[in-house]
């Protein structure tokens, strides 16, 4: 038989050369599943690390389902492996998401190819052109991540300005998200709107006052590495 049928360790790397002969895009599934109980399970192995230094590893789940695997990221990002995530769905979809809320989706990964071709998919694949999905998580490269908030959200000139309490000019801006994402953001930087939760397909008011220049905010619901966000700046117009 051309399948390797025994599960001992020792057929691991038999396995996985069979799987490089067929030009197979290999990544390490949910890295940390039942840590507590598989030794290793969540820790960069000898074994590991002889298929990555041997070009034999290309990717690292770091989302799976409803988890995160947050040391999988700086894995990944430290080593140049390209970010999966999935959803490793035994049941039903509507059994495991709800899928009526914004974020309710499965776990996936989104692909950024050229074209929906099967070889311009592995092409971005093997480049690493990905963000992981999870939830409301968007989970990558900084480049990728942030090309991706640019893509979907936009800061449309003032239209309009009112007074505050103590009668200082405030300016009206609409912030426009025209993707099925959503993204919150925190003031890091300026005087503004300190809270934002800008839903999919939807738009919020920004008010800063007059004479503002640029407000910069973290983006918390991603992850570029596994202890840092997105920062994003607006110039106000």
């Known amino acids: ?38 030794k290793g ?44 995530g999935n959803s490793d769905i035994h049941n039903l979809v509507a059994h495991e998401y709800d899928l009526d809320r914004y974020d309710g989706h499965r776990t996936m990964t989104l692909v950024f190819a050229k074209d929906s071709s099967p070889d311009a998919i592995r092409e971005a694949l093997q480049a690493g052109r990905t963000v992981a999905w999870a939830g409301k998580y968007l989970i990558g490269k900084e480049d990728h991540v942030r090309g ?38 925190v003031l890091k930087k300026g005087k503004g709107t300190r809270v934002l939760k800008l839903q999919p397909s939807s738009s919020l008011l920004v008010s800063a006052p007059e004479g503002a220049g640029e407000l910069v905010y973290e983006v918390t619901n991603t992850l570029i590495r596994s202890d840092k966000h997105l920062n994003v700046s607006f110039r106000l117009k």
């Open 148 to 185: 991706l908030f640019e893509a979907s959200v936009s800061l449309k000139p003032s239209h309009s300005s009112r007074p505050d309490r103590s009668g200082k000019v405030q300016k009206l801006y609409e912030l426009v998200n025209d993707s099925d994402l959503c993204f919150d953001l």
């Open 41 to 84: 399970s969540y820790e960069w192995t000898p074994f590991v690390d002889e298929l990555f230094r041997e070009n034999k590893l290309h990717g690292i789940e770091v989302a799976n389902g409803h988890g995160i695997h947050v040391k999988a990221i700086d894995w990944a990002l430290d080593r140049n492996l390209t970010i999966i």
């Open 1 to 38: 038989s051309g399948y390797v049928a025994d599960r001992s360790q020792a057929r691991d790397k038999e396995a996985i050369e069979k799987a490089v002969a067929q030009n197979a895009f290999i990544f390490w599934n949910h890295p940390g599943w039942k840590a507590r109980e598989i």
